[in-house]
């Protein structure tokens, strides 16, 4: 740990020196984290300590030019490419996770669950993993062990297609409207529990809405890529995904059942619905950003 202080706090000094805005210094259970902006740009560096020694973090806007410099400074080798993947596995996390964005039909479901020491080997031991690779039959049956298993400690926000479409006309960005769905998944759940680490999935390259909130100060949200090799994620995969397998499975629309996906077939299903049904009605069964409507 001293090791870890000792890290960051010359990180610090270089990034003063070079003209950079440090936020307060902060102690968390695996790690020291600061703040650190110049004009726009906010980025946040993270020391982990542990058995595998200490590890330096930058998360930020992968495009910026703030964070490249931060790499020149902050790492002894320029050209070093962190992988997420490396990070510590906290004892206790919120994970969480997305299904349905890719739909033309359909929700967007966010799901997040609260997982410990001791669910975590139940969960491993039921078979959980990455939703992609389950059947539907698996999902269903793993999905009623996860909410058993995790004692209610989960948190699942639909977003069906009205509001959907609501929502991306507010937001106009699909990124900005998983931030804000993941958020309040999250936040439902940090309400209610308390812990100090939330892993995300990673969609993007902003942070979630809720990082910013004051009340979530002493909250590490990590965003990484293939979150689900993480089993709350995964936990949190398939909660979202057998919550959209049920809408699909209760939505016929003139008799007809809807398609997941965006495939040639489901677009031309999408073609002949929109030319049939009342906007009002599409609207509460489709995602209007999609491509597919503006070639109508």
């Not at 139940?122 to 909410?147: P, R």
């Not at 409207?177 to 995300?200: F, M, P, Q, R, W």
């Not at 809408?247 to 677009?267: D, H």
Request: proline share 2%; aromatic share 8%; with cysteine.
């Amino acid at each position: 740990m001293e090791e870890a202080k000792n890290k960051i706090e010359s990180i610090i000094k270089i990034c003063a020196s070079h003209d950079f805005l440090i936020s307060p210094l902060i102690k968390k259970e695996y790690n020291f984290e600061v703040k650190v902006s110049k004009n726009s740009s906010n980025t946040k560096i993270l020391v982990y300590f542990g058995k595998k020694g200490v590890k330096t973090v930058l998360q930020g806007d992968e495009k910026s030019s703030q964070l490249n410099e931060l790499r020149s400074l902050v790492y002894d080798e320029p050209e070093l490419i962190f992988s997420n993947s490396e990070i510590i596995d906290p004892s206790q996390y919120i994970g969480s996770d997305e299904c349905g964005k890719g739909d033309i039909f359909g929700p967007l479901v966010v799901s997040a669950v609260f997982v410990n020491e001791e669910s975590k080997q139940k969960l491993k031991k039921i078979g959980v993993k990455d939703s992609k690779e389950l059947s539907e039959t698996q999902i269903t049956s793993l999905a009623n062990k996860i909410k058993k298993i995790s004692m209610n400690n989960y948190s699942i926000v639909r977003i069906n297609p009205s509001e959907y479409n609501r929502l991306y006309t507010k937001y106009s960005n699909l990124n900005k409207l998983l931030g804000y769905v993941h958020s309040k998944a999250i936040s439902d759940l940090l309400d209610n529990i308390e812990c100090n680490y939330v892993i995300t999935d990673k969609f993007s390259s902003r942070e979630l809405e809720i990082s910013s909130v004051a009340k979530y100060a002493n909250v590490n949200f990590l965003q990484i890529e293939k979150g689900e090799s993480y089993i709350g994620v995964a936990a949190a995969s398939i909660l979202a995904r057998d919550n959209i397998n049920d809408w699909f499975n209760n939505t016929v629309v003139n008799g007809i059942s809807l398609g997941k996906g965006a495939s040639i077939e489901v677009q031309r299903l999408a073609k002949m619905l929109y030319d049939k049904l009342s906007k009002e009605k599409i609207e509460s069964i489709a995602k209007l950003h999609f491509k597919t409507f503006k070639n109508f």
